[in-house]
């Protein structure tokens, strides 16, 4: 069983950067997609960001796009959000989620992962 710690959340001024890591431990994270979600308060958890098994495709939510870039590091078995141009409404937290089947490509549905961590709080404000 994998269990997933997501860090590197906090406050930033809007425009600003943040990085969160999605540390895997109990197995590897390599052969698996993973994927980032997001809660804010009062709405469902939505999709963010998403990653292949292979590390080479990757999709994001709209409002996203052009701001945040997923990646992964097998060998330190972490996958990682880098997120640009912070707005306000990227207020959150952040979960990080690993495919249920080995070898698919980068999905932006939440049924298709599990073993979510913690949650990192993502606060975007002046």
């Known amino acids: 069983q994998v269990q997933l710690v997501e860090s590197g959340g906090g406050l930033v001024q809007p425009g600003g950067s943040l990085r969160l890591s999605c540390a895997a431990s109990?197995?590897?994270?390599?052969?698996?997609?993973m994927g980032w979600f997001r809660q804010a308060p009062g709405k469902e958890r939505e999709f963010v960001a998403a990653?292949?098994?292979?590390?080479?495709?990757?999709t994001y939510a709209d409002s996203v796009k052009g701001r945040f870039t997923c990646s992964r590091d097998n060998a330190k078995n972490t996958f990682y959000l880098q997120m640009n141009s912070l707005r306000p409404e990227d207020t959150a937290v952040y979960y990080c989620?690993?495919?249920?089947?080995?070898?698919?490509?980068?999905?932006?549905?939440?049924?298709?992962?599990?073993?979510w961590g913690q949650g990192a709080k993502v606060t975007v404000s002046s």
């Open positions: 990653i292949s098994w292979g590390g080479g495709g990757t």
């Open positions: 989620g690993i495919h249920r089947r080995a070898y698919y490509s980068a999905s932006s549905r939440d049924a298709d992962f599990h073993s």
């Open positions: 109990g197995r590897t994270i390599r052969g698996y997609a």
